[in-house]
C-alpha cells in the first residue's frame, strides 16, 4: 500500500508535466517561428545583396576586359602602322567615342611628352608620381597595368567651381622588338565607371561606392539615397596595378517582428502547410522543367559533338580514355566500346611509334603535356593517318584538374598537298634550269667548235704525217707523234667536262642533303659560268677561304642558285666599258650566328627603287623574255634550307646578291 501511494503522485505529476511541456514547446515554436523568419529574410537579404554584388563586379571587370582587349589592339595596330597626327588624332577618338567610360586617349613618348591625343586641342597629361611609376614598371615587365586612382578636380556643367572626380589610367607598353615607343594611355573617371556599368534596378536598392585601399570615397552612386549600413558586401576589382574595392550598402532595413507574436505564428502556421504544398508542387514543376532542359541540352549537346569533323578524346589522370565521339572513332578506325576505359598502351598506336608514344605518355602522366604536336595513328586495317594533336587540361567545377582534353586533327589532306607543292617545285625547278640551258645552247655550240676543231687539225696533222713517212717507206718518230696526240686528247676532255657539267645540271634528281664544300660545288659548275663570262667579256673571279666550313644543302639547287645569280650579273653588266666588266664570288663564314655567306657581286646598272620593291615576286622580270621565276625560285631554294637571300647596292657600281646558309658547326673552325 504505501508503495502504492508513492506510485500515484509520480504518475499525477508525469500526466500534467507532459502537457506543460508540450505547451511550453507549442509556446517555444510560436516564439521562435517569427525570429527564425526574421533571421532567414535576414539571411536571404544578404545572401542576395552579395550575388548582386558579385554580378556587378563581373559586370564591371567583363566591360574593363573588353577594354583592355580594344586597347591592346589598337597598340598593335600603332606599332605595326605608321600613323600621321591626323590619323593617330582619328583613331584614338574612335576609341573614344565607343567606350563612354573613357575620359582621354593618349599616346605617351618614353619621356612622358605627348605623342597623341583623343582630345581636339592635345594638351599635355597631368603628370603624377603615380602614373610615372606604372609607366616604368609597364615598361620593365611589358605588362599593361592600371594606376591607382587619384583624386583630380575637373569643372562640370561648365561651372567655374572645380569639382573633386577620381581618375584610374590604363597603361599600354608600345614595343616594336626591343625598341620601346611609350605607353597608350587610357584615363577612367571612376563616376562615370559607376553610372555606365551599374544597372539602374541595383541602384535603386543600393548605394554603390568605389572606395581605394585607404577607404577613400573614389565615386559613389545612391539612386534612392544613402545605405543603411545592415546590408553590406566589399568586393574587391581585380585590376592590375590598382586597389580598388566595390562596396555596396543596401537601403533596406532589418526586418521587424510581427506585433502579435501569437497571431502572427498561427498565421505563419495555417498559410505555412499551403505554401508548402505550393513550394512542394514549384519545386516538382521546376525538377521537372530542369530535366527537359537537361535532356534538350544533352541531345544537343551529342548532336553537336557527332556533327564535328574534329576528333575529341578525354583521359583521366591515369591516362584511361573516358570519353571519344563519333569523329575520333573515324579517324583511328575503331568503335568507342573498344576504346572507352582503356589504359595505354592503344591500340591504334603504330608498332614502329611506340617508344615515342610511351616516352609521350609518361610526360602527360608527370603533367608535362606538350600543347600541340603532330604524330600518326593506325587503324585496323595497316593504314597510317597523320594527325596533329591538342591537349589541355580538363578542370572540373571546383578547378580541379582530373585529366586531359584533346582534340585530334586528319591533316591526310594537308600533307598530300604539301607532297605534292613539294613535287611541283622540284618541276619546275628542272623547267628553269632546262631553259637555262635553253639559253646557253648557242654559247655551248661555239665553246664545243674550238675544242672539236683542234681536235681535228691535230689527227689530220698526225694523218699526213703518218701517210708521209709511209709514202717515204721511212718510220715516223714518236716524239713527233706523242704531243699532237696529247694536245686532241686534252681538247677532247675539254669538250667532255663542258658536256658533264650540262649533263649533271639538267638531270632530274629528287633532293638530297649532304655534306657540300662550297669550293668544291663552284667548281663543278665553273666551266658553265666561264662559258657565260667569256661571250661578255666579263672577268670572273673567286674568294674562297682554305678553311670554309662546309654546309648541308641539295647540291644541284645550290648550283642552280649560282648559275641563276652570275648569269643575272654578266647581263647586268652588257652596257658598260669592257675594262669595267668584273664579276665576283666571294664567300666567308660568320661566328656570330654558324653560317656560311656567299656573295655574287657585279658592276653592273644596280637595280631601280621600283623594280626592288617587286624583285622577288614570281612572274615579274625586267628581259622582254624572262619569265620572272628565276629570283623567286633562288629565294625558294635558300629557304628551303633554312637560309636567307638578300641584296645590296655595291658601293663600286652595281648589285650584290647575297645568301647564308647554316653551317655544320662540328666542321666549323675559325679563320686565321
Given at each position: 500500500?504505501?508503495?502504492?501511494?508513492?506510485?500515484?503522485?509520480?504518475?499525477?505529476?508525469?500526466?500534467?508535466?507532459?502537457?506543460?511541456?508540450?505547451?511550453?514547446?507549442?509556446?517555444?515554436?510560436?516564439?521562435?517561428?517569427?525570429?527564425?523568419?526574421r533571421?532567414?529574410?535576414?539571411?536571404?537579404?544578404?545572401?542576395?545583396?552579395?550575388?548582386?554584388?558579385?554580378?556587378?563586379?563581373?559586370?564591371?571587370?567583363?566591360?574593363?576586359?573588353?577594354?583592355?582587349?580594344?586597347?591592346?589592339?589598337?597598340?598593335?595596330?600603332?606599332?605595326?602602322?605608321?600613323?600621321?597626327?591626323?590619323?593617330l588624332?582619328?583613331?584614338l577618338?574612335?576609341?573614344?567615342?565607343?567606350?563612354?567610360?573613357?575620359?582621354?586617349?593618349?599616346?605617351?613618348?618614353?619621356?612622358?611628352?605627348?605623342?597623341?591625343?583623343s582630345?581636339?586641342?592635345?594638351?599635355?597629361?597631368?603628370?603624377?608620381?603615380?602614373?610615372?611609376?606604372?609607366?616604368?614598371?609597364?615598361?620593365?615587365?611589358?605588362k599593361?597595368?592600371?594606376?591607382?586612382?587619384?583624386?583630380?578636380?575637373?569643372?562640370?556643367?561648365?561651372a567655374?567651381?572645380?569639382?573633386?572626380?577620381?581618375?584610374?589610367?590604363?597603361?599600354?607598353?608600345?614595343?616594336?622588338?626591343?625598341?620601346?615607343?611609350?605607353?597608350?594611355v587610357?584615363?577612367?573617371?571612376?563616376?562615370?565607371?559607376?553610372?555606365?556599368?551599374?544597372?539602374?534596378?541595383?541602384?535603386?536598392?543600393?548605394?554603390?561606392?568605389?572606395?581605394?585601399?585607404?577607404?577613400?570615397?573614389?565615386?559613389?552612386?545612391?539612386?534612392?539615397?544613402?545605405?543603411h549600413?545592415?546590408?553590406?558586401?566589399?568586393?574587391?576589382?581585380?585590376?592590375?596595378?590598382?586597389?580598388?574595392?566595390?562596396?555596396?550598402?543596401?537601403?533596406?532595413s532589418?526586418?521587424?517582428?510581427?506585433?502579435?507574436l501569437?497571431?502572427?505564428?498561427?498565421?505563419?502556421?495555417?498559410?505555412?502547410?499551403?505554401?508548402?504544398?505550393?513550394?512542394?508542387?514549384?519545386?516538382?514543376s521546376?525538377?521537372?522543367?530542369?530535366?527537359?532542359?537537361?535532356?534538350?541540352?544533352?541531345?544537343?549537346?551529342?548532336?553537336?559533338?557527332?556533327?564535328?569533323?574534329?576528333?575529341?578524346?578525354?583521359?583521366?589522370?591515369?591516362?584511361?580514355?573516358?570519353?571519344?565521339?563519333?569523329a575520333?572513332?573515324?579517324?583511328?578506325?575503331?568503335?568507342?566500346?573498344?576504346?572507352?576505359?582503356?589504359?595505354?598502351?592503344?591500340?591504334y598506336?603504330?608498332?614502329?611509334?611506340m617508344?615515342?608514344?610511351?616516352?609521350?605518355?609518361?610526360?602527360?602522366?608527370?603533367?608535362?603535356?606538350?600543347?600541340?604536336?603532330?604524330?600518326?595513328?593506325q587503324?585496323?586495317?595497316?593504314?597510317?593517318?597523320?594527325?596533329?594533336?591538342?591537349?589541355?587540361?580538363?578542370?572540373?567545377?571546383?578547378?580541379?584538374?582530373?585529366?586531359?582534353?584533346?582534340?585530334?586533327?586528319?591533316?591526310s589532306?594537308?600533307?598530300?598537298?604539301e607532297?605534292?607543292?613539294?613535287?611541283?617545285?622540284?618541276?619546275?625547278?628542272?623547267?628553269a634550269?632546262?631553259?637555262?640551258?635553253?639559253?646557253?645552247?648557242?654559247?655551248?655550240?661555239?665553246?664545243?667548235?674550238?675544242?672539236?676543231?683542234?681536235?681535228?687539225?691535230?689527227?689530220?696533222?698526225?694523218?699526213?704525217?703518218?701517210?708521209?713517212a709511209?709514202?717515204?717507206?721511212?718510220?715516223?718518230?714518236?716524239?713527233?707523234?706523242?704531243?699532237?696526240?696529247?694536245?686532241?686528247?686534252?681538247?677532247?676532255?675539254?669538250?667532255?667536262?663542258?658536256?658533264?657539267?650540262?649533263?649533271?645540271?639538267?638531270?632530274k634528281?629528287?633532293?638530297?642533303r649532304?655534306?657540300?664544300?662550297?669550293?668544291?660545288?663552284?667548281?663543278g659548275?665553273?666551266?658553265?659560268?666561264?662559258?657565260?663570262?667569256r661571250?661578255?667579256?666579263?672577268?670572273?673571279?673567286?674568294?674562297?677561304?682554305?678553311?670554309?666550313?662546309?654546309?648541308?644543302?641539295?647540291?644541284?639547287?645550290?648550283?642552280?642558285?649560282?648559275?641563276?645569280?652570275?648569269?643575272?650579273?654578266?647581263?647586268?653588266?652588257?652596257?658598260?666599258p669592257?675594262?669595267?666588266?668584273?664579276?665576283?664570288?666571294?664567300?666567308?663564314?660568320?661566328?656570330?650566328?654558324?653560317?656560311?655567306?656567299?656573295?655574287?657581286?657585279d658592276?653592273?646598272?644596280?637595280?631601280?627603287?621600283?623594280?626592288?620593291?617587286?624583285?622577288?615576286?614570281?612572274?615579274?622580270?625586267?628581259?622582254?623574255?624572262?619569265?620572272?621565276?628565276?629570283?623567286?625560285?633562288?629565294?625558294?631554294?635558300?629557304?628551303?634550307?633554312?637560309?636567307?637571300?638578300?641584296?645590296?647596292?655595291?658601293?663600286?657600281?652595281?648589285?650584290?646578291?647575297?645568301?647564308?646558309?647554316?653551317?655544320?658547326?662540328?666542321?666549323?673552325?675559325?679563320?686565321?
Open positions: 500500500m504505501p508503495s502504492a501511494s508513492r506510485r500515484q503522485p509520480t504518475r499525477t505529476a508525469l500526466r500534467w508535466l507532459l502537457p506543460i511541456v508540450l505547451v511550453l514547446f507549442f509556446l517555444a515554436i510560436l516564439i521562435w517561428l517569427p525570429w527564425q523568419a533571421q532567414m529574410e535576414s539571411n536571404e537579404r544578404q545572401e542576395q545583396l552579395i550575388a548582386d554584388t558579385l554580378w556587378v563586379e563581373q559586370t564591371i571587370r567583363f566591360q574593363l576586359g573588353r577594354d583592355e582587349e580594344a586597347l591592346r589592339a589598337l597598340a598593335s595596330e600603332l606599332i605595326s602602322t605608321n600613323l600621321t597626327p591626323e590619323q588624332h582619328t583613331r577618338a574612335r576609341v573614344l567615342k565607343n567606350g563612354h567610360e573613357f575620359l582621354r586617349v593618349a599616346w605617351l613618348r618614353p619621356d612622358g611628352s605627348l605623342q597623341g591625343s582630345d581636339a586641342m592635345p594638351l599635355p597629361l597631368p603628370s603624377s608620381p603615380a602614373s610615372a611609376a606604372t609607366m616604368e614598371l609597364s615598361r620593365k615587365t611589358r599593361a597595368l592600371y594606376t591607382q586612382p587619384e583624386i583630380q578636380s575637373e569643372h562640370s556643367n561648365g567655374a567651381a572645380p569639382v573633386a572626380a577620381a581618375v584610374m589610367d590604363y597603361h599600354v607598353p608600345l614595343f616594336r622588338g626591343d625598341e620601346y615607343l611609350g605607353d597608350l587610357a584615363s577612367y573617371q571612376t563616376r562615370v565607371l559607376l553610372e555606365e556599368m551599374v544597372p539602374w534596378w541595383f541602384a535603386q536598392d543600393n548605394q554603390v561606392t568605389l572606395v581605394d585601399r585607404d577607404d577613400r570615397v573614389l565615386a559613389r552612386r545612391a539612386a534612392a539615397g544613402p545605405g549600413g545592415v546590408y553590406t558586401h566589399k568586393r574587391a576589382l581585380d585590376l592590375p596595378g590598382a586597389n580598388i574595392t566595390l562596396v555596396t550598402d543596401s537601403v533596406k532589418e526586418p521587424k517582428l510581427l506585433p502579435n501569437l497571431v502572427g505564428s498561427v498565421i505563419v502556421l495555417s498559410l505555412g502547410l499551403l505554401w508548402s504544398l505550393l513550394a512542394l508542387w514549384g519545386h516538382i521546376r525538377r521537372l522543367a530542369a530535366e527537359g532542359a537537361l535532356r534538350q541540352q544533352m541531345s544537343f549537346r551529342t548532336a553537336m559533338e557527332n556533327s564535328l569533323v574534329t576528333g575529341l578524346r578525354a583521359r583521366d589522370l591515369e591516362g584511361r580514355i573516358t570519353y571519344v565521339n563519333p575520333f572513332c573515324q579517324i583511328v578506325g575503331y568503335p568507342a566500346e573498344e576504346i572507352i576505359g582503356k589504359l595505354p598502351p592503344m591500340p598506336w603504330a608498332p614502329e611509334a617508344v615515342e608514344y610511351q616516352t609521350r605518355f609518361a610526360s602527360v602522366l608527370a603533367g608535362k603535356v606538350t600543347p600541340q604536336f603532330e604524330t600518326f595513328f587503324r585496323p586495317d595497316g593504314e597510317r593517318v597523320p594527325v596533329l594533336i591538342f591537349e589541355a587540361p580538363l578542370v572540373d567545377s571546383h578547378g580541379k584538374q582530373t585529366g586531359w582534353m584533346g582534340s585530334i586533327l586528319d591533316i589532306d594537308r600533307k598530300r598537298i607532297d605534292l607543292n613539294r613535287q611541283q617545285h622540284e618541276k619546275l625547278q628542272s623547267s634550269r632546262l631553259a637555262t640551258m635553253g639559253e646557253m645552247a648557242s654559247m655551248l655550240a661555239h665553246e664545243l667548235n674550238q675544242p672539236l676543231a683542234a681536235i681535228s687539225s691535230y689527227t689530220t696533222g698526225a694523218l699526213n704525217l703518218l701517210k708521209n709511209e709514202s717515204q717507206h721511212s718510220v715516223v718518230a714518236a716524239s713527233a707523234l706523242i704531243p699532237a696526240l696529247e694536245q686532241a686528247s686534252a681538247q677532247a676532255q675539254r669538250a667532255g667536262q663542258i658536256i658533264r657539267s650540262v649533263h649533271e645540271f639538267v638531270k634528281s629528287e633532293p638530297q649532304q655534306q657540300i664544300d662550297i669550293a668544291t660545288l663552284l667548281e659548275i665553273r666551266t658553265l659560268i666561264e662559258l657565260q663570262a661571250q661578255a667579256y666579263v672577268s670572273f673571279r673567286v674568294s674562297i677561304p682554305e678553311h670554309l666550313p662546309p654546309v648541308l644543302a641539295d647540291r644541284v639547287m645550290i648550283e642552280q642558285v649560282l648559275l641563276n645569280l652570275t648569269r643575272n650579273g654578266i647581263e647586268a653588266m652588257q652596257h658598260i669592257p675594262q669595267r666588266r668584273m664579276l665576283k664570288v666571294q664567300a666567308e663564314y660568320l661566328p656570330e650566328t654558324a653560317q656560311v655567306s656567299v656573295a655574287v657581286i658592276q653592273g646598272h644596280g637595280i631601280p627603287e621600283d623594280v626592288a620593291q617587286r624583285l622577288f615576286s614570281p612572274f615579274f622580270s625586267t628581259k622582254a623574255e624572262g619569265m620572272g621565276m628565276g629570283l623567286n625560285i633562288c629565294r625558294t631554294a635558300i629557304e628551303f634550307h633554312g637560309g636567307t637571300l638578300s641584296y645590296n647596292a655595291n658601293p663600286q657600281g652595281g648589285t650584290i646578291f647575297t645568301f647564308v646558309l647554316p653551317a655544320l658547326a662540328s666542321t666549323a673552325k675559325p679563320e686565321t
